[in-house]
Protein backbone atom coordinates (compact mmCIF):
# COMPACT_ATOMS: atom_id res chain seq x y z
CA UNK A 1 0.00 0.00 0.00
CA UNK A 2 1.07 3.32 -1.00
CA UNK A 3 0.91 5.76 2.26
CA UNK A 4 2.76 8.68 0.27
CA UNK A 5 -0.52 10.98 0.19
CA UNK A 6 -0.92 10.57 4.27
CA UNK A 7 2.87 11.20 4.75
CA UNK A 8 3.06 13.80 3.18
CA UNK A 9 -0.01 15.44 4.58
CA UNK A 10 1.15 14.82 7.89
CA UNK A 11 4.49 16.80 7.37
CA UNK A 12 2.13 19.62 6.39
CA UNK A 13 0.29 18.83 9.41
CA UNK A 14 3.13 18.73 10.97
CA UNK A 15 4.60 22.28 9.83
CA UNK A 16 0.65 24.13 10.32
CA UNK A 17 1.38 22.74 14.16
CA UNK A 18 4.68 23.07 15.61
CA UNK A 19 3.68 25.96 18.40
CA UNK A 20 0.29 23.39 19.35
CA UNK A 21 0.94 20.53 21.49
CA UNK A 22 1.87 17.69 19.21
CA UNK A 23 1.05 13.81 20.01
CA UNK A 24 1.74 10.35 17.72
CA UNK A 25 -2.11 10.23 18.77
CA UNK A 26 -3.28 13.63 17.71
CA UNK A 27 -0.81 13.09 14.42
CA UNK A 28 -2.44 9.82 13.63
CA UNK A 29 -5.58 10.60 14.10
CA UNK A 30 -5.41 13.57 11.80
CA UNK A 31 -4.52 11.36 9.00
CA UNK A 32 -7.03 8.48 10.50
CA UNK A 33 -4.43 5.89 11.70
CA UNK A 34 -3.92 3.97 14.73
CA UNK A 35 -0.80 5.42 16.22
CA UNK A 36 1.19 2.26 16.09
CA UNK A 37 0.18 1.82 12.50
CA UNK A 38 1.15 5.59 11.69
CA UNK A 39 4.04 5.29 13.84
CA UNK A 40 5.38 2.04 11.91
CA UNK A 41 4.46 3.40 8.11
CA UNK A 42 6.11 6.91 9.25
CA UNK A 43 9.40 5.72 10.31
CA UNK A 44 9.45 2.49 7.17
CA UNK A 45 8.52 6.05 4.46
CA UNK A 46 11.04 8.40 6.45
CA UNK A 47 13.06 6.83 8.18
CA UNK A 48 12.89 8.80 11.01
CA UNK A 49 10.52 8.17 14.21
CA UNK A 50 7.20 10.73 13.86
CA UNK A 51 8.21 12.65 17.36
CA UNK A 52 11.90 12.81 15.93
CA UNK A 53 10.97 14.19 12.83
CA UNK A 54 8.27 16.51 14.60
CA UNK A 55 11.26 18.25 17.06
CA UNK A 56 13.77 18.59 14.40
CA UNK A 57 11.39 20.78 12.78
CA UNK A 58 10.56 22.76 15.87
CA UNK A 59 14.46 22.61 16.18
CA UNK A 60 14.80 24.25 12.78
CA UNK A 61 12.00 26.63 13.32
CA UNK A 62 13.53 27.30 16.72
CA UNK A 63 16.76 28.46 15.21
CA UNK A 64 15.43 30.91 12.79
CA UNK A 65 13.33 32.83 15.70
CA UNK A 66 16.50 32.87 17.91
CA UNK A 67 18.20 34.44 14.47
CA UNK A 68 15.41 36.58 14.56
CA UNK A 69 16.11 38.36 17.99
CA UNK A 70 13.87 35.83 20.11
CA UNK A 71 15.07 34.27 23.36
CA UNK A 72 16.02 30.52 23.91
CA UNK A 73 13.52 30.58 26.92
CA UNK A 74 11.10 32.45 24.74
CA UNK A 75 11.73 29.88 21.58
CA UNK A 76 11.88 27.36 24.15
CA UNK A 77 8.23 27.64 25.62
CA UNK A 78 6.55 28.42 22.53
CA UNK A 79 7.53 25.07 20.78
CA UNK A 80 7.13 22.35 23.99
CA UNK A 81 10.31 22.30 25.46
CA UNK A 82 9.33 21.56 28.82
CA UNK A 83 12.88 23.19 30.34
CA UNK A 84 15.37 25.74 29.00
CA UNK A 85 17.86 23.07 29.14
CA UNK A 86 16.15 20.44 27.48
CA UNK A 87 15.91 23.11 24.94
CA UNK A 88 19.48 23.70 25.10
CA UNK A 89 20.68 20.30 24.77
CA UNK A 90 18.73 19.10 21.68
CA UNK A 91 19.45 22.41 20.24
CA UNK A 92 23.19 22.00 20.65
CA UNK A 93 23.23 18.35 19.31
CA UNK A 94 21.36 19.52 16.17
CA UNK A 95 23.06 22.65 15.60
CA UNK A 96 26.43 22.07 17.29
CA UNK A 97 26.03 24.91 19.52
CA UNK A 98 24.33 26.60 22.25
CA UNK A 99 21.26 28.72 21.71
CA UNK A 100 22.11 31.98 23.59
CA UNK A 101 25.85 31.95 21.18
CA UNK A 102 23.62 32.37 18.51
CA UNK A 103 22.43 35.49 19.66
CA UNK A 104 25.50 36.79 20.53
CA UNK A 105 27.53 35.94 17.72
Known amino acids: MD ?3 SI ?7 NEHLSDELTAESIA ?3 GYSVFHFCRIFKESTGESLMHYVREKRLELAEKKIEEGETALEVALQYGFETQSGF ?3 YERKFG ?8 A
Not at 8 to 14: R, S, V
Not at 97 to 104: G, I, N, Q, S, V
Open 3 to 5: YTE
Open 29 to 31: ANV
Open 97 to 104: ERPTRKMH
Open 8 to 14: EKTKIYI
Open 88 to 90: ARA
